[in-house]
């Protein structure tokens, strides 16, 4: 009585899994084409349209261009949907350097991208040094910010004398503005 109507999600169909794929295969051969300057100028217009999206892609695209050198081939595409109906194609690219798994999302009637990435795929040797480069990183400013607390607090033990020389002071310009009190004047 009290539930809201359950709506059902169709099931994808070979047809519609085919044409996803093939519309991932093609943006991805598209992208890794391009000068960088021509994916900076589609960064520029997809800026201008507010198409996030599209924009956070295509840098991932430049930063991590350098890391996976030149395309080899296409490993493996995998088109999967999710409960609200949309659809993700994973392809699975290897490249000189490094695979790199390449995302693209469109919405259920596949008329928005939901989402589009690459990510390099690093080796576990590679994620553990650049853990080891964080670790030194982060300890050794730890440390250094301890040693500047430690010196900031060796100083307190000069507070006394700057405070110890102001009371002096104060207390010599205290005696100077004192008014002198004349004698009294003897009884004529």
Not at 149 to 154: K, N, Q, R
Not at 158 to 177: G, L, R, S, W
Request: aromatic share 10%; hydrophobic share 40%.
């Amino acid at each position: 009585f009290g539930c809201a109507q359950q709506s059902t999600v169709e099931p994808m169909t070979p047809e519609t899994e085919a044409s996803i794929g093939y519309l991932a295969d093609s943006m991805f051969q598209q992208i890794i084409s391009m000068s960088d300057e021509d994916v900076q100028d589609l960064i520029d217009a997809y800026s201008e349209q507010q198409d996030t999206i599209m924009v956070n892609g295509l840098n991932a695209w430049l930063s991590s261009e350098e890391d996976l050198g030149e395309f080899v081939g296409v490993k493996s595409t995998e088109v999967t949907q999710d409960t609200a109906g949309d659809y993700t194609a994973s392809i699975l690219a290897e490249f000189e350097q490094r695979d790199c798994e390449f995302t693209l999302g469109v919405n259920r009637r596949m008329t928005k991208y939901t989402n589009l990435g690459f990510s390099p795929v690093y080796t576990m040797n590679e994620l553990m040094m650049e853990g080891l480069g964080n670790l030194v990183i982060g300890m050794g400013v730890v440390f250094v910010v301890l040693i500047f607390l430690a010196w900031v607090i060796s100083l307190f033990k000069y507070i006394h004398v700057f405070t110890d020389k102001a009371e002096k002071k104060h207390e010599a310009e205290e005696k100077k503005a004192e008014p002198v009190i004349a004698a009294p004047a003897a009884p004529a």
